[in-house]
């Protein structure tokens, strides 16, 4: 297994520097390439300002030189062993650095700092959403196996497919209008993770001078409500029509049958023998529905205005800024290829026959 | 007092298209610790009527509109109970603990995220309320019984560790846990090889002895029910048309298609032609250190490491107008033989002789001419023809690449010709292989090979997916056209009872290599290698 | 032991892929379907003869003209003119083979599109308010109106009219510009389609030939061709989308491209797994002892035995692509100046918090039917390709 592990993570690399090659290449080929927006960019600052970062970008970067020069500085900068680089440009000696993942040149911020901060807004609902879709689609699928062959059946695949089938934007867009909004229901806010001053309460629920406070926890969980939901219910709905085809095709084997030869109660058999079998095929497409999350957090975070890596990569394609997409695209390629290998991982233990020799 | 008193049972499927009886109005007795045998074809409703009795039917679409089943058992406190009357929670207890039920397919039979252990000890511990230590020692003891080559490290292990006739061990083992009254085994041995079946035939009458257990064994093979059976039913369409003591059925037959099913038995055929002196004649292929080696890769890099030998340095001549059996169990080699020689199968050393060229050495395009001239019928009448394409389409399009017939209406009038001799209509020619029958697919199937005209046939398997009276047919017809066509035959199987009606000669093969080869007739009565010796002897007699 | 009961002689004989429409069709899912794609595709045709500022015909000083039909552009006429040659062909499909039928429709779209192309020019100055003050003020003494009589484009100049509700005159509202949403909704279908199908069309194509080769060779090949695979397939799909779109403009031709060349990986990997089985299959061993060239083994007999998974999933795609488009054009990143259900639903709420009910309604709707739509089919398609068998056993 650890053979296996290891030819595994050194095969992400070359996938890794793939991806990042082609996101490098669209940027470097687009008409005007990198170094005209940054003219256009930083409108706030005097000219001699201007000229002296363009002068420093240019020397810190390389921006003046050929594409694939350009491309390896860049790698050379974000792999933990390298050549220095001096704040004047020049190469420095070869040895174990901390990874320099460049300056955004719009925010005129460590791109490292900018994504520490978007992070873990984006994994804290992935944390939420992962689970809820898993445990509630396993739930509701073992829960309408037993309907089989009735009318009701048709009626509730049909509704799975249904709301599979409604797009996160209409979902966002129709949540906030008639949910959030001041024109109807004014349930769950709008905007954000926390209310205003939202920071100076105390975590929990407590009693003030004026009166009940909710506390942070809460409020946060307020907030998150409306689109953590929009990042479900689609996974939801796959997965429950998923589990539950496995249910009633287990139901039918061979070995359920040897099981209720052997007098072992229905009951039982769905639970102990059928639910384990049935998981499977739900761990091998768990890998598929992880980029339908990322397409969502970004369509989420867009209209819930959160301030996550997805509103991250979507401001800094919109604005050319280099530097935070190559890093959003290398952030996000190593946890997708990460959490593949997790599943993978996951599904050699779950099922004895597999095993990676 | 019979244990198991069957009445007039019926069972009906109804599916949307309409019911359908599968079992019609069926009785009979079985005494405590007797073996009864429930014969038929399949269709004939045998192992229906075994998971009724059983109860594992679907609710929705089976029912039972007649009929009772009383079962005697002594160890049951209500005396008398019709199993086809109890409520889910009453045949629950029934099941697995009074009668039990082991099924065909060992493969797939156990549930294989659970060990072996866990599901021997389920039984165990739901019908006879043992604790989880007692279980577990009750478990190795069960294997022991079942002779389990070390039985101790087999209960930690998941299913897919063992191989399918340990796995059968293991289904034995479960439904004997609970030592019950009756075991029901439905067609137990049709998937193992001849040698394993011949074990555990034999452990289940060991079983059986111990606690004088009875038996209803279902299958279709007449050898094995004249070697274990004491009393006989004959299914037929869902009705029993003969039951008896075993030599009653077996020997003074009352009904015509009980009758019929002994006629068709391979070892009551008999020969058409005597079998040729193995010495004379020309050699049409003649095979020479053929080898097959498939590599095995390990490691991080994938290198090669071993091999899998399906063929291992064979050496054989085929003579003209011969037929020359194969046989062999699974994984001895024998259908990557026959694939080989026809290039399907890429070899990787050795020498095919044909008029005196080397096919394994010649290119593709100059192997093409060679083509015509060797041929191969497969196994499995479902995957052996493109369900895409009308059988004319199939019968005439290698006809069209190797320029047989002048034009299409030509090769059409050949094909129907074609279809005629193999015993079907011309007018089949538009249909599309799934509106035929497994029979007249493989009888499409020798017409297909006989479309270019072929001097040789490799026949891989070609009756064993049929039922025994369709298989004499087929065997009659292949033995025909050699005669007519002067073909020569290299016959794979693993019924030897086919090898003594059908083949001059036999090569038997063990793990890759030929480990035996002579006329038919001296191989089979006076076998010299071990091997065929214990294959031999595992063959089920019918006398 | 396998007898399989053969079908009574007198049964009219089916190919599979008769029996795979049949079934498909008989379900009332695929049927909805069907109906609903079939009145997005008919919006998309006709799209400038049922919404459209300029008056089909008009009268200036005695004289009639048809402004409508002078400014239509190639992409019109080239839509219409495919439109009734797919009619005509469906009309004698008892003469043409489908493989035929398709070839033909091809070509004869071509032509008509490079006729078109060469041909028409509409001219490039347009003032679609002029009609409405020339009526009003009497230089066109009449006019005659498609039933929504606003183009696309049609924004009007004075502001109290943008984001209006429905009311008589614009029967879904308008939207920021003032532009009739109605209108936008119809002229959408073309972009949603569109997209819908090139994007499918490309990646099955290149998703077609891939696996069919990959299934086909082993060795060093097979392992580069598959790590080749695998890369493309951890591509991002949206995030590239925005990437390119972001440097390169908004251009359809582009987002088609694109959103083609990030699906494919799929469409490989199913028609791989397809060709690994059929290999092993006998009929295809049966054709290779029968010395058939490569050409019938690969496109005679696996191919159309292996499609059928493809044809499920490209289904599947189409909706997916078409949800890509929509979430692009969402984003502020589609297509410029042509109307899209995406970009109509990014207006529904303001940057104060308001709400226009019916520009969030109407083009969600639009953009959930037309997915559940092909999410409909595609699941009709693989109940009849692969019918799980009614075993008789519990």
Redesign the interface.
């Known amino acids: 297994m650890t053979?296996y592990i290891?030819?595994r993570l050194?095969l992400m690399l070359p996938t890794l520097a793939g991806i990042t090659v082609l996101v490098f290449a669209v940027m470097a080929m687009a008409p005007g390439g990198i170094g005209a927006n940054l003219m256009t960019r930083g409108g706030d600052m005097r000219p001699e300002e201007r000229a002296a970062m363009v002068a420093y970008l240019n020397k810190r970067y390389g921006l003046d030189q050929p594409m694939a020069t350009q491309y390896l500085r860049w790698l050379n900068n974000v792999l933990p062993i390298g050549y220095e680089t001096g704040p004047d440009g020049s190469r420095g000696k070869f040895g174990f650095k901390p990874p320099d993942l460049g300056m955004s040149f719009v925010k005129n911020r460590p791109v490292l700092d900018l994504i520490a901060e978007a992070l873990p807004i984006t994994l804290l609902l992935n944390a939420l959403t992962i689970p809820l879709i898993f445990a509630g689609s396993i739930l509701m699928g073992v829960y309408t196996a037993r309907f089989r062959?009735q009318a009701l059946d048709i009626g509730i695949g049909t509704a799975n497919l249904a709301l599979w089938s409604i797009p996160t934007i209409w979902m966002g867009v129709m949540l906030i209008g008639f949910l959030a909004s001041e024109q109807y229901l004014k349930w769950f806010p709008t905007t954000g993770l926390e209310s205003l001053r939202a920071d100076s309460w105390t975590f929990l629920p407590s009693r003030t001078e004026t009166g009940w406070q909710i506390g942070y926890l809460l409020d946060l969980l307020w907030h998150l409500v409306l689109p953590v939901f929009c990042l479900t219910y689609s996974g939801f709905a796959f997965l429950t029509k998923l589990t539950r085809s496995a249910v009633l095709e287990n139901l039918l084997?061979?070995?359920a049958?040897?099981?209720?030869?052997?007098?072992?109660?229905?009951q039982v058999v769905l639970w102990r023998?059928v639910f384990?079998?049935s998981l499977l095929p739900l761990i091998t497409v768990a890998a598929s529905i992880l980029p339908g999350l990322l397409v969502g957090s970004v369509i989420v975070e867009t209209i819930f205005s959160i301030d996550g890596m997805g509103r991250l990569a979507v401001e800094a394609v919109q604005m050319r800024d280099r530097e935070v997409v190559l890093s959003i695209t290398l952030v996000t390629g190593i946890l997708t290829l990460v959490s593949y290998l997790l599943v993978d991982i996951c599904y050699a233990l779950?099922?004895?026959?597999v095993s990676y020799? | 007092m019979s244990l198991l008193s069957v009445k007039n049972l019926s069972t009906r499927?109804t599916?949307e298209h309409g019911a359908v009886d599968?079992v019609r109005d069926v009785s009979f007795e079985i005494q405590p610790g007797e073996t009864f045998c429930l014969v038929g074809?399949?269709?004939s409703g045998k192992s229906?009527t075994g998971?009724s009795l059983?109860r594992?039917?679907?609710?929705?679409?089976?029912s039972h509109p007649a009929g009772q089943a009383l079962l005697n058992s002594p160890r049951l406190q209500s005396g008398a109970v019709d199993l086809l009357r109890q409520d889910?929670?009453a045949i629950?207890?029934?099941?697995?603990?009074r009668i039990?039920?082991i099924?065909q397919?060992p493969m797939?039979?156990?549930?294989?995220?659970?060990t072996i252990a866990e599901q021997i000890m389920?039984?165990l511990m739901?019908?006879l309320s043992m604790d989880e230590t007692a279980a577990r020692a009750r478990a190795l003891e069960l294997l022991e019984q079942v002779h389990m080559p070390d039985p101790a490290t087999r209960l930690k292990e998941?299913p897919?560790r063992l191989s399918g006739g340990q796995r059968q061990r293991v289904?034995i083992a479960?439904a004997m846990a609970c030592e019950p009254d009756l075991m029901i085994a439905d067609e137990p041995t049709?998937a193992l090889d001849v040698t394993i079946q011949a074990q555990i035939l034999e452990l289940m009458a060991e079983l059986q002895a111990r606690r004088n257990t009875a038996m209803l064994f279902i299958t279709?093979d007449l050898s094995v029910v004249a070697q274990i059976a004491d009393h006989i039913a004959v299914m037929q369409q869902g009705r029993i048309v003969e039951s008896g003591s075993r030599d009653q059925v077996l020997y003074r037959p009352q009904h015509a298609y009980t009758r019929q099913l002994l006629a068709a038995l391979p070892s009551r055929l008999k020969r058409r032609t005597a079998a040729h002196h193995v010495d004379s004649g020309d050699t049409v292929v003649n095979i020479e250190n053929l080898k097959v080696y498939f590599p095995v890769r390990?490691?991080?890099l994938q290198r090669h490491v071993d091999d899998v030998k399906a063929v291992d340095d064979v050496s054989l001549a085929i003579r003209r107008g011969r037929v020359l059996a194969l046989v062999g169990e699974s994984g001895s080699g024998k259908t990557t033989l026959g694939?080989a020689l026809?290039r399907?199968v890429p070899s990787t050393a050795g020498r095919v002789s044909f008029r005196d060229q080397n096919l394994l050495s010649l290119s593709a395009r100059a192997?093409?001419p060679f083509?015509?001239a060797?041929?191969?019928i497969?196994?499995?009448?479902?995957?052996?023809?493109?369900?895409?394409?009308?059988i004319a389409t199939t019968l005439t399009?290698?006809m069209a690449?190797?320029g047989i017939g002048a034009n299409q209406s030509e090769r059409l009038q050949k094909a129907g010709d074609l279809l005629l001799r193999v015993g079907l209509e011309p007018e089949m020619l538009?249909?599309?292989p799934?509106?035929?029958?497994?029979?007249?697919?493989q009888r499409i199937?020798i017409a297909?090979a006989l479309a270019?005209g072929p001097e040789f046939i490799v026949c891989d398997e070609v009756t064993s997916?049929?039922?025994v009276s369709?298989q004499a047919r087929i065997l009659a017809l292949l033995d025909e056209l050699r005669s007519e066509m002067n073909l020569t035959y290299l016959f794979i199987t693993h019924n030897i009872d086919v090898v003594r009606y059908f083949a001059d000669e036999v090569a038997v093969m063990y793990q890759g290599r030929i480990v035996e080869h002579g006329p038919v007739v001296q191989v089979c009565d006076h076998p010299n290698h071990p091997y065929t010796r214990k294959l031999l002897a595992a063959v089920p007699r019918f006398d | 032991?396998?007898?399989?009961?053969?079908?009574p002689s007198n049964?009219q004989?089916?190919?599979?892929?008769a029996r795979v429409l049949r079934q498909t069709i008989a379900s009332n899912g695929a049927r909805f379907g069907l109906a609903w794609i079939g009145l997005v595709t008919l919006c998309a045709v006709f799209a400038p003869l049922l919404a459209n500022s300029h008056p089909l015909l008009m009268r200036v000083g005695g004289n009639w003209s048809s402004p409508l039909l002078e400014h239509l552009t190639w992409i019109d006429t080239t839509l219409l003119a495919a439109f009734f040659v797919g009619l005509g062909l469906w009309m004698q499909r008892r003469r043409l083979s489908g493989s035929r039928a398709l070839l033909l429709m091809m070509v004869l779209v071509t032509i008509a599109g490079s006729i078109s192309y060469a041909t028409v020019s509409p001219p490039v100055a347009v003032v679609l308010d002029q009609y409405r003050t020339g009526l009003a003020d009497g230089s066109i003494e009449e006019a005659i109106f498609v039933p929504i009589a606003y183009s696309p484009t049609d924004r009007s100049r004075d502001n109290p009219l943008s984001l209006t509700a429905p009311d008589r005159l614009h029967l879904m509202g308008t939207d920021e510009d003032g532009a009739d949403v109605f209108s936008r909704m119809i002229h959408a279908c073309r972009i949603a389609l569109g997209i819908g199908l090139v994007a499918t069309g490309i990646a099955l194509a290149i998703g077609i030939l891939y696996g069919g080769i990959m299934g086909f060779f082993t060795g060093w090949i097979e392992i580069l061709m598959m790590r080749f695979l695998e890369i493309f397939e951890s591509i991002p799909q949206l995030f590239l989308l925005l990437t390119v779109v972001a440097f390169f403009g908004r251009n359809i031709y582009l987002i088609m491209a694109v959103i083609g060349l990030t699906s494919w990986p799929g469409y490989a990997r199913y028609l791989r797994a397809e060709f690994l089985k059929l290999r092993r299959?006998?009929?295809v061993?049966?054709?290779?002892?029968?010395?058939?060239?490569i050409f019938?083994i690969l496109f005679?007999?696996m191919l159309?035995?292996g499609v059928a998974p493809l044809l499920v999933a490209a289904s599947f795609g189409i909706a997916s692509a078409i949800l890509a488009e929509a979430v692009l054009s969402f984003l502020g990143l589609g297509v410029v100046d042509e109307p899209s259900w995406g970009g109509m639903l990014n207006q529904a709420v303001g940057p104060g918090g308001t709400f226009a009910v019916w520009l969030a309604t109407y083009p969600g709707l639009a953009i959930f039917l037309t997915v559940f739509a092909y999410n409909l089919i595609g699941e009709a398609l693989r109940d009849a390709i692969d019918p799980h068998l009614?075993r008789?056993?519990?």
């Open positions: 053979q290891v030819r050194l062959g084997s061979d070995y049958r040897t099981a209720r030869a052997k007098g072992v109660s229905e023998h384990r079998n779950a099922d004895p026959r020799e | 499927f599916t599968a074809e399949s269709g229906v998971l059983m594992l039917l679907s609710q929705s679409t089976a889910e929670t629950a207890r029934i099941r697995g603990a039990s039920m099924f397919e797939t039979a156990l549930n294989p995220v659970m389920e039984p739901m019908h998941y897919h289904m479960i049709t279709h390990r490691g991080v694939r026809l399907l192997m093409q083509r015509s060797l041929q191969i497969f196994q499995d009448p479902q995957s052996s023809l493109n369900p895409r394409l009308s399009e290698p690449v190797h538009r249909r599309f799934h509106e035929f029958s497994g029979g007249q697919r199937g297909r270019l997916a049929l039922d369709v | 032991m396998s007898e399989v009961a053969a079908t049964h004989s089916e190919t599979f892929s299959q006998d009929f061993q049966a054709a290779q002892a029968s010395g058939l060239p019938s005679r007999h159309p035995n009614q008789p056993v519990s």
